[in-house]
């Protein structure tokens, strides 16, 4: 072996998963819940009966593909969320023994961050041991918790806005035994409270929604300031607490809310939310109400790229240090004013269930930008003049004029387009200027690998030449915050980390929109344009998983281009290598997602058959080719709306 050739081959061999999981930066997202087996598969990792145990991911997917369960499907793992819930309440109930803190923490769960059934179910069946709750933001949503809460311990935290029929309904709870909390979105929502708890003689427990002059960096700094939509300034809090008072009600307040917003990146914002809030509530308190819990709303972010800091996508605080933070800051606050000390509620949302779902898809093709190399000299009589100097310009670049060769090759192939565009050069003459073009392109990019300071106009040049992985999924339906707020989620193949990955890839879906595209990528330190993947081999499927989607993403998707709800399975490990598939839900049919746009499923077969018959009268088919035709319609209607192989 030739000098040259062994050194290929040892860096080909120190190839390792350990240098995978710091590539695609799973310890740091990861939060231990993930990692790459000796394998090279993604594998996740929970506790059975205090023992670490693990599955991989591949073994999942060989279990759908077994039972004909087809990509792109939502995969849930029952153990993740259970332990996100777990990690909320121990961190809580530790802060509070170390410190002496005289309340309880009471944590609840707001249905709109992930309403589905399985999710609630989960929520409110692991959930009982620590009393976990649920908030309503909605009427719809105060049905599903008064369906699924079963505590009576645990909290009911009514949000929103509100009419008589939400009100009656959180007062009925209340009489059935529910610890259930109508908090004042509005002024104009308490006179209604009085008057049909006197109407219906149930005695309500009121909580009020403050507007804090405290913000919070980041997308939903809305929720809070004073600017805020929601909630009570403080004089309406004043009018709130006369109003009960002169009605003899003021001991049905009992309760203190607000929400600065969702996904906090900053300790800071919510030490300054939490010192606040609990000025006012010794306030109120002090004004002679009953209070006894503060409820402190969502925001304990998601560190969704690992860096622990106030980056969008992160949060420069952990579980840990939120508890710590909030206990003692309730308790400088109270104590200085002797009021005692509070439940705390919390709200957390994003942070219970983000990382219990996980996008699971297929690539369906690989797009390179990929040159055939060009000859040693341009054929032909009528060479245009601009396609001889673009091809002197790639025979003369080298890295010293990189730059000035990148500039020039952008002249001369607009100047080649702007002659296509008047007629004046050949369909084929364009296809060797665009092929020299790209070949200059691929050239300055192996170049800029060896330059230590890249011209910042060639930075993101990268990007332009990454291939394109084709994804058997829509952003829309299943990840609407990438393409509607830029949020990053960590992405990264299931499977073949002992190869390395030697190719730079964004991800288009399968929706054929040019929105429907993910080309940034979670990275420590900034925003990666581009994605390190395998190359597809031949007859093996490539997976891909979409990491911490649990969050947000299932309801706020959309039908664009007809792409339906995708499979659904909920998975629990049960130990090393075992798990039990709990609930499949299958995706929506092409049926199911045409009669949301009103079309119905018989009508469309009826008009079809017209057509068929139509053809057989004029000869076009035989009647014995009919059934097939029909068939293949009717088969489409009952298909998966994604691609299927
Ligand atoms: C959305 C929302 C939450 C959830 O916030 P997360 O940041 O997901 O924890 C909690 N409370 C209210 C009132 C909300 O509107």
């Given at each position: 072996m030739?000098?040259?050739?062994k050194?290929?081959s ?6 390792t998963?350990?240098?995978a ?6 310890p ?12 090279g598969?993604?594998?996740?990792n929970?506790?059975?009966?205090d ?10 997917i060989?279990?759908m593909v ?7 499907v939502l ?20 802060a509070i023994q170390?410190s002496g ?7 609840v769960?707001p ?8 999710v609630?179910?989960e929520i409110?069946r692991y959930g ?5 709750g649920?908030?309503?933001g909605?009427k ?10 079963k505590?009576?311990?645990a909290?009911?935290?009514c949000n929103?806005y ?6 009656d ?10 610890n ?5 979105e ?10 049909r708890?006197?109407?219906l ?7 009020v929604?403050?507007k804090?002059?405290a ?5 939903w ?5 004073d ?5 009570l ?10 109003k009960?008072?002169s009605e003899?009600m003021l001991?049905?307040?009992k309760?203190l ?10 300790i800071r914002?919510?030490r ?7 000025q006012?509530?010794a ?7 009953n209070?006894?819990y503060i ?10 790229d690992?860096s622990?800091t ?10 840990r240090e ?6 003692e800051?309730v308790i400088?606050?109270?104590?200085e004013k002797?009021?005692?000390h ?6 957390s949302?994003?942070?219970?269930v ?9 690539v369906?093709e690989?797009?390179?930008v990929?040159?055939q190399p ?8 009528d060479?245009p003049e601009h396609?001889q100097n673009?091809f002197?310009?790639?025979?003369g670049?080298t ?9 020039d090759?952008?002249?001369?192939k ?11 050069l ?14 200059i392109?691929?050239k300055?990019?192996?170049f800029?690998?060896?330059i230590?300071k890249i011209?910042?106009e ?6 332009a030449i990454?291939d ?9 339906q299943?990840?609407?915050d ?7 989620f960590?992405i990264?193949?299931i499977h073949?980390?002992?190869?390395e990955?030697t190719?730079?890839?964004i991800?288009?879906?399968?929706t054929?929109?040019c ?5 940034k ?6 925003v990666?344009h ?9 007859n093996?499927?490539?997976?891909l ?9 299932e ?8 792409l ?9 490990i049960?130990g ?5 598939f709990?609930?499949?839900?299958e995706?929506?049919?092409?049926a199911d ?5 009103g079309?119905?499923a018989?009508q469309?077969s009826i ?6 018959e ?5 000869g ?7 059934r097939?035709?029909i ?5 489409g209607?009952r ?7």
């Amino acid at each position: 072996m030739g000098l040259q050739n062994k050194a290929a081959s040892d860096r080909l061999n120190s190839w390792t998963v350990a240098k995978a999981e710091e590539l695609y930066g799973v310890p740091n997202w990861g939060k231990g819940y993930f990692s790459i087996s000796d394998k090279g598969e993604l594998s996740i990792n929970t506790q059975i009966d205090d023992k670490n145990v693990s599955v991989s991911l591949m073994e999942i997917i060989s279990g759908m593909v077994e039972r004909g369960m087809n990509m792109p499907v939502l995969l849930r793992l029952a153990n993740l969320l259970d332990a996100q819930i777990s990690k909320l309440h121990n961190s809580f109930n530790a802060a509070i023994q170390n410190s002496g803190f005289k309340g309880r923490f009471m944590g609840v769960y707001p249905i709109k961050v992930n309403q589905q059934h399985q999710v609630i179910e989960e929520i409110t069946r692991y959930g009982a041991q620590y009393h976990h709750g649920l908030e309503a933001g909605s009427k719809a949503e105060l049905m599903i918790a008064l369906s699924m809460l079963k505590d009576p311990e645990a909290c009911l935290i009514c949000n929103g806005y509100k009419d008589e029929e939400f009100i009656d309904l959180a007062l009925y709870a209340t009489q059935l035994g529910l610890n259930c909390f109508v908090v004042l979105e509005m002024i104009s929502e308490l006179p209604m409270i009085i008057r049909r708890s006197r109407e219906l003689g149930i005695k309500p427990q009121i909580g009020v929604r403050v507007k804090l002059s405290a913000k919070a960096s980041g997308h939903w700094s809305e929720s809070g300031g004073d600017r805020s939509l929601f909630g009570l300034t403080i004089s309406e809090i004043i009018e709130v607490i006369d109003k009960l008072r002169s009605e003899g009600m003021l001991d049905s307040l009992k309760l203190l809310h607000y929400h600065i917003g969702s996904q906090i990146t900053n300790i800071r914002d919510i030490r300054t939310g939490v010192g606040e809030a609990c000025q006012i509530y010794a306030e109120i308190a002090l004004e002679g109400a009953n209070m006894q819990y503060i409820d402190l709303g969502g925001g304990l972010a998601v560190d969704y790229d690992g860096s622990k800091t106030n980056f969008p996508s992160s949060r420069n605080y952990s579980v840990r240090e939120y508890c710590e933070d909030i206990i003692e800051i309730v308790i400088s606050t109270l104590e200085e004013k002797n009021i005692p000390h509070p439940h705390i509620v919390t709200e957390s949302g994003r942070a219970t269930v983000a990382y219990y779902s996980i996008l699971l898809f297929n690539v369906l093709e690989q797009c390179r930008v990929h040159e055939q190399p060009l000859p040693e000299k341009l054929e032909g009589n009528d060479i245009p003049e601009h396609l001889q100097n673009l091809f002197d310009l790639f025979k003369g670049l080298t890295i010293k004029n990189i730059q000035e060769s990148y500039n020039d090759a952008i002249y001369y192939k607009d100047e080649l387009y702007q002659l296509f565009r008047h007629g004046k050069l050949s369909l084929r003459d364009r296809a060797k200027g665009d092929r020299i073009f790209w070949n200059i392109i691929l050239k300055i990019t192996q170049f800029l690998k060896k330059i230590k300071k890249i011209p910042v106009e060639l930075e993101e040049l990268d990007t332009a030449i990454s291939d394109i992985y084709y994804g058997n999924f829509s952003l829309f339906q299943s990840l609407p915050d990438i393409w509607a707020i830029e949020q990053l989620f960590p992405i990264m193949p299931i499977h073949r980390h002992k190869e390395e990955p030697t190719s730079q890839g964004i991800i288009a879906d399968i929706t054929c929109d040019c929105d429907g595209k993910i080309h940034k990528f979670i990275d420590l330190h900034d925003v990666k344009h581009s994605l390190p993947l395998h190359d597809l081999k031949p007859n093996e499927e490539y997976y891909l998983g979409v990491f911490l989607v649990g969050a947000y993403q299932e309801t706020l998707g959309d039908l664009h281009n007809l792409l339906g709800d995708t499979n659904v399975l909920s998975v629990r490990i049960t130990g090393q290598d075992e798990f039990d598939f709990v609930r499949e839900q299958e995706g929506d049919s092409v049926a199911d997602v045409l009669s949301y746009v009103g079309y119905y499923a018989k009508q469309l077969s009826i008009e079809f058959k017209n057509k068929v018959e139509q053809a057989i009268k004029t000869g076009r088919i035989a009647v014995a080719e009919r059934r097939k035709i029909i068939n293949a319609y009717e088969n489409g209607l009952r298909g998966y709306t994604y691609f299927e192989r």
